[in-house]
């Protein structure tokens, strides 16, 4: 962490940042000025996003792009009816290891990630999405 002299620098170099990654972004996804400011202002509030849209709109690779641009890792859950809690969150598995001992291990699903994207998540059952919402 960047430790600033006063408010005011740290003010611009927040806009620095801002600019070199709008512009990074810009190079992939073309002509969407707006939802990529608002994007990149929530993340910087640490905030959600809510992407509306018809399909073909470069939603899916916008939230793509910022990851790779930022580093960060990308997960995508395309809900459906039949979409499980433990499709989300993941499960304990029982592994048999190399000296042929057995033991519970925890497969962590997609949820565990940095940036999350939850594609049509009306399409699931009340269940899953309370677990998402829990997650």
């Given at each position: ?7 005011v ?93 057995r ?8 949820v ?10 009306n ?13």
């Open positions: 962490m960047t430790n600033y002299t006063s408010d620098d740290g003010a611009k170099a927040l806009v620095e940042k801002y600019e070199t990654l709008r512009k990074e972004i810009g190079k992939v996804i073309v002509g969407q000025h707006d939802i990529i400011h608002d994007t990149i202002l929530s993340i910087f509030c640490q905030g959600h996003v809510l992407l509306v849209g018809v399909p073909g709109l470069a939603k899916t690779l916008l939230v793509n792009t910022i990851g790779k641009a930022l580093g960060l890792s990308f997960s995508r859950i395309q809900f459906t009816p039949d979409l499980m809690p433990s499709d989300i969150l993941g499960s304990h598995i029982l592994e048999t290891g190399p000296d042929g001992n033991a519970m291990v925890f497969k962590p699903g997609p565990f990630c940095n940036l999350l994207l939850a594609d049509e998540i399409r699931a059952s009340p269940k899953t999405q309370s677990a998402l919402l829990e997650a």
